[in-house]
């Protein structure tokens, strides 16, 4: 798993060059941004080892399996009850085994795609909307699943955006990914809100963006801006 400096604040773990985790450092070490595919809790452990901190806190964008992946198997060595694991009440019936993919109210009527392993924990916190969780803003940004969330670094405008953008070659919105790295477009739920998510985050004082899939992108809102602007050519 390589580990790559993106901020004073947070690294970027990356496992076959393409899943992304991130560590995140606060007061009391680390928050540890979704967890990647299974059998990665050892290289995720010894990466926060090298960097000087233990993980404090598991906190998930959405429920697919290359985000939840290690999440037992980090709980287990770490110790359930000494990690605070964060997700959103939204994301729970997704979190099941097997998982409810009933829509809720309000939601459209689409199937809701990826793979959704479930896991065995539950969380010991759900945020909600506008919540500041250590040094991170919790965004609701449903489209790719629903309840997913992203989380915005109050302190350097990090948008740790799972999978609501995608940066693989250039950021796009997911469902709109370039033809080489299709696979976030098949496990998409809804477009449109996927497309109205992305245009939400405009509002935020964004300086670079941190996706589940690719290198960390710089622009800020401009490039944010043309990633929404190249899904009406798609």
């Known amino acids: 798993m390589k580990t790559t400096p993106i901020t004073a604040n947070a690294h970027q773990l990356t496992r076959f060059g393409?899943?992304?985790?991130?560590?995140?450092?606060?007061?009391?070490?680390?928050?540890?941004?979704?967890a990647n595919l299974?059998?990665?809790?050892?290289?995720?452990?010894?990466?926060?080892?090298?960097?000087?901190?233990?993980?404090?806190?598991?906190?998930?964008?959405?429920?697919?399996?290359?985000?939840?992946?290690?999440?037992?198997?980090?709980?287990?060595?770490?110790?359930?009850?000494?990690?605070?694991?964060?997700?959103?009440?939204?994301?729970?019936?997704?979190?099941?085994?097997?998982?409810?993919k009933s829509p809720q109210p309000g939601e459209p009527n689409e199937e809701i795609r990826g793979g959704l392993p479930?896991?065995?924990?539950?969380?010991?916190?759900?945020?909600?909307?506008?919540?500041?969780?250590?040094?991170?803003?919790?965004?609701?940004?449903?489209?790719?699943?629903?309840?997913?969330l992203a989380f915005l670094d109050q302190r350097d405008g990090t948008l740790y955006a799972g999978d609501a953008l995608i940066a693989m070659g250039h950021l796009t919105v997911s469902g709109f990914a370039p033809w080489y790295f299709p696979l976030p477009n098949l496990a998409t739920w809804d477009k449109s809100i996927a497309l109205a998510s992305a245009n939400k985050l405009l509002t935020y004082p964004i300086e670079r963006f941190a996706c589940g899939h690719g290198s960390v992108r710089p622009?800020?809102?401009?490039?944010?801006?043309?990633?929404?602007?190249?899904?009406?050519?798609?």
């Open 18 to 34: 393409l899943i992304n985790c991130y560590l995140v450092r606060e007061t009391d070490g680390f928050t540890l941004i979704d």
């Open 38 to 100: 299974a059998n990665s809790a050892d290289d995720i452990l010894a990466a926060a080892k090298a960097l000087g901190a233990p993980i404090r806190r598991i906190l998930i964008t959405h429920a697919h399996v290359d985000h939840v992946g290690s999440v037992d198997a980090l709980l287990a060595k770490l110790g359930a009850t000494q990690i605070e694991f964060t997700s959103n009440a939204r994301s729970l019936p997704l979190l099941q085994k097997p998982p409810n």
């Open 219 to 234: 622009g800020g809102i401009p490039t944010l801006r043309k990633a929404i602007a190249s899904t009406a050519k798609s």
């Open 118 to 148: 479930g896991i065995d924990a539950r969380p010991t916190r759900l945020v909600t909307e506008g919540e500041l969780y250590g040094s991170l803003l919790a965004i609701e940004t449903p489209g790719h699943i629903p309840g997913h």
